[in-house]
């Protein structure tokens, strides 16, 4: 006959499946500890509910941190224990833990039937019996979830066991897809990093002013209602929007006076080269195509194809907005300085023509409030 009631069983499904749509949310490992803990001390009735996470310490050893608690009204939390902080497993007596962790045991009882180092330890914590599990991510000892009993000695149903290994189980699997995510971001955002630092030493101008055009560009999506998932990409396009640039001579970039017409021909395909450079890179966004369109208008007029009005994706139109008031605004060596004011008369006259009618007039209100190119107005 199983210890606990039908009833019981039922609620400990709905709080497992509760724990697991939480973890499946999470987005960081913090929060995750925090959604999770407190409602295990009602439910499982216990004095606490902690999690240990491990780290290297000499050759072969884990040292071990206590990462997250919560307790019971009227119990001493050890959060602040420095005891638990960084502390060796086995010279501190726990050397049969680490082992059954290893075996993906659980270690589970009354303390007065354990060691006397181990209970020495447990006792200044006023702990009667304790369940530990070990938490076990990407094939290897992450940490550990236990849950103490103070207030008496106890003995753990098959139930309370088999909910703490389930939430552990759960929690390795996010705690691995949280790191391979973190992980992946890193690597993306150091494509980013080199793709435009290399845009940097063809040309520092151009850097600077990809940077401005992408905080531009984002404080215009920002007042459009785009998500912060589409700013992100919006922001990314930005920085890499000129880097078809890269592949044109440098002397016409930056040369003073008028191009000729074939130099011309050549610096419109820069989009066209933008697009052959990025269009394999696994961004979570099209940023190649935003980047095709950037030098596109409303009317058809741009280039390299000549798209209009709703061919042209929202970004793209935003990115040319931001784009040309950066350029029009802004000092270059090469060309005399112009100055906001016709920046923002160049956007007026242009809005419904070459511009989208609404990205002009958010562009503008940012301007006269001086959001933007405004040496002040780095926060939104
Ligand atoms: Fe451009
Ligand atoms: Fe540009």
Not at 152 to 175: H, M, P
Not at 270 to 294: G, M, N, R
Request: aromatic residues 8%.
């Amino acid at each position: 006959m199983p210890e606990y009631s039908n009833k019981m069983a039922e609620v400990a499904l709905r709080l497992l499946s509760e724990t697991a749509s939480k973890i499946l949310r999470s987005q960081t490992i913090e929060f995750l500890y925090e959604d999770i803990l407190s409602p295990l001390v009602s439910f499982l009735d216990v004095s606490r509910v902690y999690v240990f996470i491990f780290c290297n310490g000499e050759p072969g050893r884990l040292r071990s941190s206590q990462v997250a608690e919560c307790v019971a009204e009227g119990i001493v939390p050890q959060i602040d224990n420095p005891r638990l902080q960084n502390f060796d497993m086995e010279a501190m007596g726990f050397t049969r833990w680490m082992q059954a962790f290893n075996r993906g045991e659980t270690i589970v009882g009354d303390i007065r039937d354990f060691p006397s180092k181990e209970r020495d330890v447990l006792e200044t914590q006023d702990i009667k019996s304790i369940l530990v599990v070990p938490i076990v991510s990407d094939g290897e000892l992450f940490g550990f979830l236990g849950v103490d009993e103070c207030r008496k000695e106890r003995s753990w149903q098959d139930l309370t066991v088999f909910i703490l290994r389930n939430i552990a189980l759960l929690l390795g699997n996010a705690i691995e897809r949280i790191k391979l995510r973190d992980s992946l971001n890193q690597s993306f955002w150091c494509v980013v990093n080199i793709l435009s630092s290399l845009t940097e030493r063809k040309d520092p101008y151009m850097a600077e002013h990809s940077a401005r055009v992408a905080e531009i560009s984002v404080k215009i999506g920002k007042r459009l209602g785009l998500s912060s998932f589409a700013l992100e990409g919006l922001y990314i396009a930005g920085i890499l929007h000129d880097i078809g640039k890269m592949l044109l001579p440098a002397e016409i970039l930056s040369r003073p006076g008028k191009l000729t017409s074939q130099e011309i021909a050549l610096l419109q395909t820069h989009p066209s080269e933008a697009f052959h450079i990025l269009k394999d890179v696994q961004f979570p966004w099209p940023v190649a195509e935003f980047i095709y369109q950037h030098h596109e208008y409303l009317d058809g007029s741009g280039y390299p194809h000549g798209v209009k009005g709703e061919q042209i994706a929202t970004e793209a139109r935003i990115l040319g907005v931001a784009d040309v008031l950066e350029a029009i605004a802004s000092h270059r060596p090469y060309r005399p300085a112009r100055t906001i004011a016709d920046a923002r008369l160049f956007l007026k006259q242009s809005s419904g023509t070459l511009f989208d009618p609404r990205i002009v007039s958010i562009a503008i209100d940012l301007l006269d409030n001086q959001k933007i190119l405004d040496p002040d107005s780095s926060n939104p």
